[in-house]
């Protein structure tokens, strides 16, 4: 066992269900991809031609962990009630998880470990945007600055975004939409994106990691199933189990008006109860980026005084 205590195994009780529903599938196919992920010689152990099996063995993470095969078979098979912070970080550097997995693998416990009542609560929870963050995003001029929900719906947006994403809301006017824009739109969005898997990527781990931490969110639910039931793409994305954390980074768009240019962006906040988060994009000054996103800014004024006028 490697010097690793044996945990003994839990009382078996499965988590608490909304509608008859328990997020068991989904804990365990999230497990099973990432062990498959991992190849032996990662983590040390003997490898070679004759496993049966791609990436570990449950037994072998079970060693990992330090926990009991049949505990981690349980809790493979989904059933994460009553399962200690201890053993899920265990689990999560065994399977060498990222910050990303990690906190997935959290929110599945959360929701495994939560009354009905309060996931009820949860769900039903409607993202409210407050007037004065709506000013914040306004008052942001030089850069593009936008709010989103969970779903990964613009819900507020400055002249830049608006012109920056000029694409997405013309393909989604009542509700501009990034998910709906890169998998239903494919038209404008593989244009758009001069890197559209990684684009398409994002948007599906985004939305892998908005469904573990609220679950129940029947937008979400309705959304996902759209775009399964529409995009074959979407559907081989889904299938991965991929998360993602969209903290911060670089993103390049080939935009119609000043061509390709890259961006920095920073999550800046969550907007605390509401499931939203203010993004904003910038470019280094001086670069030929900042230029371009200068000149987008011009082109969107004069578009709104032209239209102020008209």
């Known amino acids: 066992m490697l010097g690793f205590p044996v945990v003994a195994p839990f ?40 496993r049966r099996v791609p990436g570990l063995r449950r037994g072998e993470v079970a060693m990992l962990a330090g926990v009991s095969v049949e505990y981690y078979a349980r809790i493979e098979r989904g059933e994460l009630g009553g399962v200690t912070d201890v053993v899920l970080e265990a689990i999560a550097a065994a399977l060498r998880f990222d910050e990303s997995e990690r906190a997935h693998l959290f929110d599945l416990a959360r929701t495994a470990n939560s ?67 890169n998998f239903l739109h494919q038209d404008r969005s593989r244009r ?32 996902i199933g759209e775009l399964s039931t529409r995009s074959d793409d979407f559907r081989a994305k889904w299938a991965k189990h991929d998360v993602r954390l969209h903290g911060s980074g670089l993103k390049t768009f080939r935009h119609p008006l000043v061509g390709d240019v890259e961006l920095s962006f920073e999550n800046l906040a969550p907007i605390e109860g509401a499931g939203l988060n203010l993004l904003v994009y910038t470019a280094e ?11 987008l800014a011009n082109w969107s004024r004069t578009e709104a005084v032209t239209g102020a006028q008209s």
């Not at 920056?164 to 013309?170: E, G, I, S, T, W």
């Not at 758009?192 to 898997?197: A, G, K, L, R, V």
């Not at 000054?285 to 200068?294: C, F, I």
Request: hydrophobic residues 40%.
């Open 115 to 181: 009354s009905p009542v309060r996931q009820r609560r949860a769900a039903s929870g409607a993202a409210a945007l407050r007037p004065s963050m709506r000013f914040v995003v306004d008052a942001i001029t030089d850069a593009v600055a936008f709010v989103q929900n969970g779903r990964l719906d613009i819900v507020a947006a400055n002249p830049l975004c608006r012109a920056l994403y000029a694409d997405v809301f013309a393909a989604e006017p009542d509700q501009p939409n990034f998910a709906r824009f």
């Open 11 to 50: 009382r078996t009780r499965i988590g608490p269900t909304v509608g008859g529903m328990t997020n068991n599938p989904e804990v365990r196919d999230f497990l099973t991809s990432r062990r498959a992920r991992v190849r032996p010689e990662q983590v040390d152990l003997p490898g070679g031609p004759g």
């Open 285 to 295: 000054p001086g670069s030929r980026n900042a230029e371009a996103l200068q000149l």
């Open 192 to 223: 758009f994106y001069t890197d559209w898997d990684g684009a398409a990527d994002t948007s599906v781990a985004m939305l892998r990691t908005a469904s573990g931490q609220n679950p129940h969110d029947k937008g979400l639910q309705e959304l």
